[in-house]
């Protein structure tokens, strides 16, 4: 498995991530055999959150399940989402974090986070008490590196800015969803990005499972998919302008020996601020094919013909 560093970090990780979102609705057996197996074949970033899980059952499972092999990996989890019903458990103030960070802490069964990230931006908190409070997190020893997700491209700037300013622990990451068929992040936040040295993790590397090559343009979502149970998903990624490119890009796998799915993680892959493509597993088999599909190694004219047929109009 290769490995690379989150952002200018020394911070390395594996080049495929396993997103653990599904832990906490799996039976504990069930998530065990994928991590074994994930394990097993060379990943080490284990990315969860706290929400995971109808709230706290993704990192439960991780907890009960790693025991020793926890020093083995990168883990990495979220905070501000809500925890509550009523919305007081949310956000990023500092009495927040630091009551957040000792639940995951508890539930992951360790002694430290090592990354840490913002799930969304918090409006009500300005960035330097956020930031302030992780410092002193990395500071005491119970994180080790700190990052965002979902942070438009000003809000990753101004963080940035604000830790240089006053001498604070800075975002190595960002994670939030890229695919082939959701490019939009390319317009500032990646620039922004690789301006400050910022890694990315891309999650919904599979578009919710439009790229994995299962469905078809026309036909009935297949039993139990996750297009036939969750219908705002469906709406929002089988859109005719989505169809058109996945058509376009099965093709273009075809005449090359390769699957959709291999496509849609070398691709992810070759981009250069790219750290790790974090992508969910239930099973054992799926996290067997994630590991292989970054094996396509593709060339600039590839790349190039890829890029064309994505574009939108």
């Known amino acids: 498995m290769e490995t690379r560093n989150l952002g200018r970090s020394g911070l390395q990780v594996s080049l495929v991530g396993l997103g653990c979102n599904n832990f906490g609705m799996l039976e504990l057996e069930a998530s065990r055999k994928v991590v074994h197996r994930a394990l097993d074949l060379g990943v080490t970033l284990f990315d969860t959150a706290d929400v995971y899980g109808n709230r706290g059952g993704s990192e439960e499972q991780l907890g009960a399940i790693l025991g020793l092999r926890r020093k083995d990996i990168v883990l990495a989890t979220k905070f501000a989402m809500q925890m509550d019903d009523s919305g007081a458990k949310s956000g990023a103030s500092r009495r927040y974090i630091f009551a957040a960070v000792e639940a995951s802490l508890k539930r992951l069964q360790t002694d430290w986070i090592d990354l840490y990230q913002v799930h969304q931006p918090d409006r009500k908190t300005p960035i330097d008490e956020t930031l302030s409070a992780l410092d002193d997190l990395v500071r005491q020893g119970k994180v080790r590196y700190i990052g965002c997700s979902n942070f438009p491209a000003w809000q990753v700037v101004d963080a940035q800015w604000t830790s240089r300013d006053r001498g604070l622990n800075a975002f190595v990451s960002a994670q939030d969803e890229y695919s082939l068929v959701v490019r ?50 469906a709406d929002r990624y089988m ?66 013909e890829v890029d064309r047929l994505t574009r939108k109009s």
């Open 184 to 233: 939009d992040i390319e317009r500032e936040l990646v620039p922004a990005l690789d301006a400050h040295g910022v890694g990315l993790l891309p999650y919904f590397p599979l578009a919710s499972g439009l790229l994995t090559g299962k469905y078809k343009h026309g036909a009935e979502s297949p039993p139990g998919t996750r297009f036939t149970i969750m219908k705002r998903l």
């Open 239 to 304: 859109t005719e302008a989505n169809w058109k490119i996945v058509d376009s890009l099965e093709a273009f796998c075809a005449a090359r020996g390769h699957s959709l799915l291999e496509l849609a993680f070398s691709w992810l892959a070759s981009r250069p601020r790219i750290a790790s493509v974090i992508a969910g597993a239930t099973r054992p088999e799926q996290i067997e094919a994630n590991v292989k599909a970054v094996g396509w190694k593709l060339s600039a004219e590839d790349i190039a």
